[in-house]
């Protein structure tokens, strides 16, 4: 079982940035770094939203249309860590943000490519 903490959501100014965190449990140890990880998010009264995902080997990154140029995902093995670092953000960045996690998928950009899932971070953005 592979549990993931996000981190790092708050509230923020428009224009302004946030680095968001998705930590895998400790018991990955090296494993983590075959899984393929993505972010997602939620706003009020929508549908979860596919945002950024990397690859097991940090090789392949996507992004969302709507995000492209201004959010950019990174990995550190290492640490077990995803990030998501977040640039001149828009009110309509304002959501709850998940990580989900694949083992030995090259890339995913869609939920049900997913099994893990963590608790998700508020992110809002003030106008």
């Known amino acids: 079982q592979v549990q993931l903490v996000e981190s790092g959501g708050g509230l923020v100014q428009g224009g302004g940035s946030l680095r968001l965190s998705c930590v895998a449990s400790?018991?990955?140890?090296?494993?983590?770094?075959?899984?393929?990880v993505g972010w997602f998010r939620q706003a009020p009264g929508k549908e979860r939203e596919f945002v950024a995902a990397?690859?097991?080997?940090?090789?392949?990154?996507n992004y969302a249309d709507s995000v492209k140029g201004r959010f950019t995902i990174a990995r550190d093995n290492t640490k077990s860590t995803v990030y998501l670092q977040m640039n001149s953000l828009k009110p309509d960045d304002t959501a709850v943000y998940y990580c989900a996690a694949q083992q030995w998928r090259y890339m995913a950009t869609m939920q049900r490519e997913y099994d893990y899932w963590g608790q998700g971070t508020q992110v809002t953005v003030a106008s």
């Open positions: 400790e018991t990955l140890g090296r494993a983590f770094s075959t899984y393929t």
């Open positions: 990397i690859n097991w080997s940090a090789g392949t990154t």
